[in-house]
Nanobody, 125 residues
Framework: QPQLVESGGGLVQPGGSLRLSCTSS????????IGWFRQVPGKEREGVSC????????YYADSVKGRFTISRDNAKNTVHLQMNTLRPEDTAVYYC??????????????????WGQGTQVAVSS
């Protein structure tokens, strides 16, 4: 059983929206910094966004600023990534990841030690 489970991926037209969700049945996400990453074949995994513990400060890659929003739903032990105004270059497998009690999260995948199996996002007309 994976430590994190992503959902919400799919096929959407350019300009459309998707909301990804990341949850766990094994640990409490609120005690962990949660990051979203994406990867396309032949390229390195890219940090998209993250949300820290504590005051919940957030990070966004320049390529998604103003279009993506990360948020926590602690009642449901879930972190969402709302993706608006999607572009074909957003097409990738999206992964969520967690690391315990990081007050200043970053988009560096090496900081995270728990990963989901990914969900495919395809943006195409």
């Amino acid at each position: 059983q994976p430590q994190l489970v992503e959902s919400g991926g799919g096929l959407v037209q350019p300009g459309g929206s998707l909301r990804l969700s990341c949850t766990s049945s094994r640990f409490t996400l609120n005690y962990h910094a949660i990051g979203w990453f994406r990867q396309v074949p032949g390229k390195e995994r890219e940090g998209v966004s993250c949300i820290s513990t504590g005051d919940g400060r957030t990070y966004y890659a320049d390529s998604v600023k103003g279009r993506f929003t990360i948020s926590r739903d602690n009642a449901k032990n879930t972190v969402h990534l709302q993706m608006n105004t999607l572009r074909p270059e957003d097409t990738a497998v999206y992964y969520c990841a967690a690391v315990f009690a990081i007050p200043f999260c970053t988009g560096n995948a090496n900081e995270y030690n728990r990963w989901g199996q990914g969900t495919q996002v395809a943006v195409s007309s």
